[in-house]
């Protein structure tokens, strides 16, 4: 059976951090695919651009890498989804494979708060991407649910790329593009560029 990951997220817009964590992830994790999922427009985020610029920008980052694609399941809403509605969409869209949820480790503070807990932590398995200052096992063992159901929980090191984050990425483009090459890939820097993205 083939192994998916699906990588969450806002890619707001897409850096090579996060193309690079996805090939980490495949090597380590021995998966077939890992696949961004961008969330839509209705998703609460200050400064995120629109849904199809930001898929747009994760085809034109993923276009050489054929052990990464990019899924529209979560675009063209009329409401945010859930994490668990997102899930189930995935569930139904991609059968009979093996998956794994991909996430940032601040994701874990949502999946504490959310009224779906219980669920998401049995029904799912999880690569956690580690970030600065975020303990993922002081998270897990401060929560029962969690904690319970911690063999669905996979932990991965992000020493590398901790420092080179979209937020880092949007303040470069605003002070017109300063060392931004070193987080965007080049093409990704001409679609911005091109649209008028971030200004």
Known sequence: ???????????????????ELAKDIVKKYELDKVIFVPVGDFYKKKNLISEQERYNMLLIATKE???LEVSNI?????????????????????PNIYKYYIMGADNL??????????????????????????????????????????KHIQIMKNVQHNKTN????????SQEGKYIEKILQNEVIEYIKANKLYK
């Open 109 to 150: 503070y949502k999946m504490v708060q959310s009224e779906d807990c219980s669920t998401l932590m049995q029904s799912y398995k999880y690569i956690i991407i580690e970030r600065e200052q975020i303990d993922c096992k002081k998270i897990i063992n401060s929560n029962e649910i969690l904690k319970k159901n911690e």
């Open 1 to 19: 059976m083939e192994k998916y990951g699906f990588f969450g997220g806002s890619f707001n817009p897409v850096t090579r951090a996060h193309i």
């Open 65 to 67: 890498h054929n052990e």
């Open 74 to 94: 979560e675009l063209n809403q009329t409401k945010n989804l859930t994490t668990l509605e997102a899930f189930k969409k995935i569930e139904k869209t991609y």
């Open 166 to 173: 979209a937020t880092t990425a949007r303040m470069k483009i």
